[in-house]
């Protein structure tokens, strides 16, 4: 059974931090990341990262969000700093194949970052 099991997630004010966490299990994953969704708006992918070693940040949190993965821990983590109110959204895991990016076949099932200005 595959399980993606996200954490780290809360309400914090603008300016501050807030790590998310998401173990994997019963997957052999290639690439994890997180995507994230906002009242009324589309899910986006926010980070990604390969077990080649590739990483892709979208350009709306770079140079804030970090993504980083422990292979020994079957966990990807996103180190979520400077938070502005617009990147209140569910955030949610996943983990799928390497293609041109990182094709996602699984999901966890959301945590909730709110970021009050």
């Known amino acids: 059974q595959v399980q993606l099991v996200e954490s780290g997630g809360g309400s914090v004010q603008s300016g ?10 019963g997957y052999d994953y290639r690439c994890m990341g997180w995507l994230r969704q906002g ?6 992918t926010v980070a990604w990262t390969g077990n080649d070693g590739v990483t892709r940040i979208s ?18 983590y996103l180190q979520m700093n400077s938070l502005k ?5 569910m955030y949610y895991c996943a983990a799928g ?5 990182c094709e996602f076949v699984h999901w966890g099932q959301g945590t909730q970052v ?4």
């Open 16 to 25: 501050g931090s807030l790590k998310l966490s998401c173990v994997v299990s």
């Open 39 to 44: 009242p009324g708006e589309v899910r986006e």
């Open 59 to 76: 350009d709306s949190v770079k140079g804030r969000f970090t993504i980083s993965q422990d292979n020994a821990k079957n966990t990807v």
């Open 85 to 89: 109110a617009e990147d209140t959204a």
């Open 97 to 101: 194949r390497r293609g041109v990016g």
């Open 114 to 117: 709110t970021v009050s200005s």
